[in-house]
């Protein structure tokens, strides 16, 4: 079953810096675009990170300098570190699955993106003292 | 950034009407353009991909279309299990990828 676990949120804080984990089964990380979206109470969805499956990595403005991901291959594992953590960076976090094919027409790489279309449970992350 | 803004905030229909959703980009992102659905205590599933392009899974009484600038996700006849909150997330020049900030459709 293809499927995302997250894990490792919790109260921290201000300040302070906490490492997010997130386990996949049934795909392998690595060949795949990964993200991190996170959901403050109440409020929508805000894309936060994603790591490319050639290792390339982006983050939102709003975390830039702050937050790093990376993924560990042997472990199958996704993780956000997140560091001089603010109480605006309080939210539900998710990882997820960005799925896009490719195909090359002459020379030229043509990407296909279909959405994020697998979730995990989401962990969540209170910054407050 | 593109910015994109969904209206209403809110939607209030009665089972079996029709619900209309709109998103708006603030520059064109082509047909880039993905819809979810957020139930409670749930999180999003992919309704709409590349602007009106359901997925396996995804009913035909949801329907997609627009491009530039302009969306709208459609509900021909709203079933029980449709009441949720909606996002637009575009995917041109991505990334970064950015979301609407939501419409939550209610039982009227």
């Known amino acids: 079953e293809v499927q995302l676990v997250a894990s490792g949120g919790g109260l921290i804080q201000p300040g302070g810096s906490l490492r997010l984990l997130c386990a996949a089964s049934?795909?392998?990380?690595?060949?795949?675009?990964m993200t991190w979206v996170r959901q403050a109470p109440g409020k929508g969805l805000e894309w936060v990170s994603v790591m490319y499956s050639d290792g390339s990595t982006y983050y939102a403005d709003s975390v830039k300098g702050r937050f790093t991901i990376s993924r560990d291959n042997s472990k199958n594992t996704l993780s956000l570190q997140m560091n001089s953590l603010r109480a605006e960076d309080t939210a539900v976090y998710y990882c997820a699955r960005d799925l896009i094919s490719n195909s090359v027409i002459g020379t030229t790489n043509y990407y296909y993106y279909y959405g994020m279309d697998v979730w995990g449970q989401g962990t969540t992350v209170t910054v407050s003292s | 950034e593109i910015v994109m803004t969904q209206s209403p905030a809110t939607l209030s229909v009665s089972p079996g009407e029709r619900a209309t959703l709109s998103c708006r980009a603030s520059q064109s992102v082509g047909r880039n353009v993905v819809w979810y659905q957020q139930k409670p205590g749930q999180t999003p599933r992919v309704l709409i991909y590349?602007?009106?392009t359901r997925p396996a899974g995804t009913p035909d009484r949801f329907s997609g279309s627009g491009s530039g600038t302009d969306f709208t996700l459609t509900i021909s006849s709203l079933q029980s299990e449709d009441f949720a909150v909606y996002y637009c997330?575009?995917?041109?020049?991505?990334?970064?990828?950015?979301f609407g900030q939501g419409t939550k459709v209610e039982i009227k």
């Open positions: 997330q575009q995917y041109n020049n991505w990334p970064p990828w950015t």
């Open positions: 049934g795909f392998t990380v690595n060949t795949h675009y």
């Open positions: 590349s602007a009106s």
